[in-house]
């Protein structure tokens, strides 16, 4: 291949590279050339790359212990072009070895299956290894599809038998419990398959495995005891499940979490929920919608503790209104059964004891811990922070160089929005020298109460906390045209604020629907936008888009003094 004799040899290429020549069909110029070796461009491994159009063929230098000849027909593979025959390298759909991969996935889940797409963009041999929960993880399986399509459920249930407006007199509604679960369990199985095990069905690359994997040591892994795989790096996705306290009796009187709750088709005619964070409080809600009698039990001194006290007053006001009870300042010391009732032995906020007695079933939602055990990662060097998440950088890289991790078992916010970035992103920066980096500043999230509680960047506690200079403007519900139009005025809009840049920092939403505001006010923080450009912004009259303008508004003026749509 005389072409290959032009230009000058890279001083920096080391001596024990490997060469890989392939013949190219479906190049029609030279353009088409160009456009494969640019394919190349940062791709880690890979030290020089040569490809001619006239003779229709390409040579590529590259380390094997960075990238392999799999990963280079696979990047050329794409479109209209197709390695047709090579010398050193297998055909695109055979491995150079049955057990050894370019990236092996540890996880189903949402990071894994966001690696996985990656992974196949760039030809990368990948095998994906899932235990526990079915491929697609903890999402679309036990969390966020189950619990929303339940919450939704329970809401129509609720409008139905309450109304806002004297003159509309509900009538009440009938809920078939049975066939609202047997309906959920139908969503989760299309979105399973649909949105998953279909999007990878016809991935060249990749191969899945369903077992238990073991490290026996940083390259190696063994699945199910038994079948030992290599990768040249790897991505730990295993996820996270709930955290089980260690209480006296609580295994032996039995108790359900979100990954066994959603599926119990006979509706529980009482429950005791523990714990108050955002598990257990969409399970209560949802539930005593449904028609379950509820009680909540936290430790602390109010609902959603990691909110400030005024998040919490919202909240826990709704809760006591519906018929749930809660019990802050409550510790569950010991369960027993007694003719077919649990009984809890708490004790109270003023040191005393108490019995509670649980005719239903008890739900633990006691927060969430890394699935990070009995995998073997002590013979890794993979570090650990005191919670067992695996510790990474901002580019999802772990203290070993060549493991990244990403998801709910990383030290990273635990969201699956953020799992999908961090899993892409994982494999970017393993594989080629894009560097990319995660940034949370501006990350919103949502607890899908009602109302909902909406957040992003710091609330006032967290800059003080920081020593940031902050301003809050918090605007009642009672001031937005929308809400008093609906007859629903409950929560406010606060908005945090950097008095010397007139900068938003953070923002705190608590309202109907409150959720839809959320992406808007974090673009605000990412971009920079400042209080004064959101407060002279045009906003739809009666949108509760528009308490962001009146909120903004309230930093230097009275809204109740303003007529409507003014500024």
């Known amino acids: 291949m005389s072409f290959f004799k032009r230009g000058k040899k890279e001083a920096s290429i080391p001596n024990d590279l490997e060469t890989l020549e392939v013949e190219i069909s479906g190049m029609t110029c030279d353009h088409c050339a160009t456009g494969i070796e640019r394919r190349f461009e940062g791709m880690k491994g890979i030290y020089e790359k040569r490809v001619s159009f006239t003779e229709g063929k390409g040579l590529f230098r590259f380390d094997p212990s960075q990238v392999s000849k799999d990963a280079i027909v696979g990047t050329i593979n794409q479109g209209n072009y197709r390695v047709v025959s090579s010398s050193g390298a297998n055909p695109p759909s055979e491995k150079v070895h049955p057990s050894q991969f370019d990236l092996v996935i540890i996880g189903g889940g949402s990071a894994a299956f966001s690696a996985a797409i990656k992974a196949e963009e760039l030809g990368l041999g990948t095998l994906m290894v899932n235990d526990g929960l079915p491929f697609g993880g903890t999402c679309v399986n036990v969390g966020c599809v189950p619990s929303k399509n339940l919450i939704r459920a329970a809401e129509a249930a609720h409008h139905a038998r309450h109304s806002n407006f004297a003159g509309v007199k509900p009538k009440g509604v009938e809920v078939d419990f049975r066939q609202v679960i047997q309906d959920k369990k139908k969503l989760v199985a299309t979105l399973q398959q649909k949105k998953y095990m279909d999007v990878v069905s016809d991935f060249n690359y990749l191969t899945m495995v369903e077992g238990r994997a073991v490290f026996e040591d940083a390259h190696t892994i063994v699945v199910n005891g038994k079948v030992r795989y290599k990768g040249l790096k790897f991505l730990i996705a295993t996820g996270a499940t709930t955290n089980i306290p260690s209480i006296e009796g609580l295994d032996e009187v039995g108790y359900y979490t979100n990954a066994s709750l959603f599926d119990l088709e006979a509706q529980p005619r009482s429950m005791t929920i523990m ?19 509820v009680r909540i039990i936290e430790f602390t001194d109010r609902v959603l503790r990691a909110q400030t006290p005024d998040i919490s007053e919202v909240l826990e006001t709704q809760l006591r209104s519906e018929g749930i009870e809660v019990l802050p300042n409550f510790r569950a010391i010991k369960f027993e059964k007694h003719k ?120 006032e506690a967290q800059a003080e906390a920081g020593g940031i200079p902050f301003e809050v403007s918090k605007l ?92």
């Not at 714990?275 to 009698?293: K, V």
């Not at 950088?393 to 990244?404: C, L, Q, T, Y």
């Open 476 to 567: 009642p519900l009672t001031e937005v045209p929308r809400a008093i139009a609906a007859q629903d005025t409950r929560g406010f809009v606060k908005l945090i604020r950097n008095p010397e840049t007139d900068r938003l920092i953070g923002a705190r939403v608590v309202a109907p629907e409150g959720g839809e505001l959320i992406q808007q006010l974090s673009m605000a923080i990412k971009y920079g936008i400042t209080v004064k450009e959101l407060a002279d912004n045009l906003y739809p009259y009666l949108t509760l888009g528009e308490s962001i303008k009146l909120a903004a508004i309230t930093f230097g003026k009275d809204v109740s003094k303003l007529s409507c749509c003014a500024s």
């Open 275 to 293: 714990g108050a964070g955002y598990i257990g409080l969409e399970i209560a809600m949802a539930y005593r919608r449904l028609g379950s009698q």
């Open 340 to 459: 077919g009732k649990t009984i809890i032995h708490c004790k109270c906020p003023g040191g005393s004891t108490t019995q509670i007695e649980e005719p239903g079933i008890v739900v633990v939602a006691t927060g969430i811990r890394p699935n990070t055990g009995e995998m073997g990662l002590g013979n890794t060097g993979v570090q650990l922070d005191d919670r067992g998440h695996i510790m990474v950088d901002e580019g999802m890289k772990s203290s070993v160089p060549h493991i990244f991790a990403a998801g709910d078992v990383a030290n990273t916010p635990a969201y699956v929005y953020t799992a999908a970035l961090e899993g892409k992103t994982a494999v970017e920066n393993a594989f080629t020298s894009a560097d990319n980096k995660v940034d949370y500043r501006a990350l919103p999230w949502v607890v899908f109460t009602d109302p909902q509680v909406a957040g992003v960047g710091l609330d």
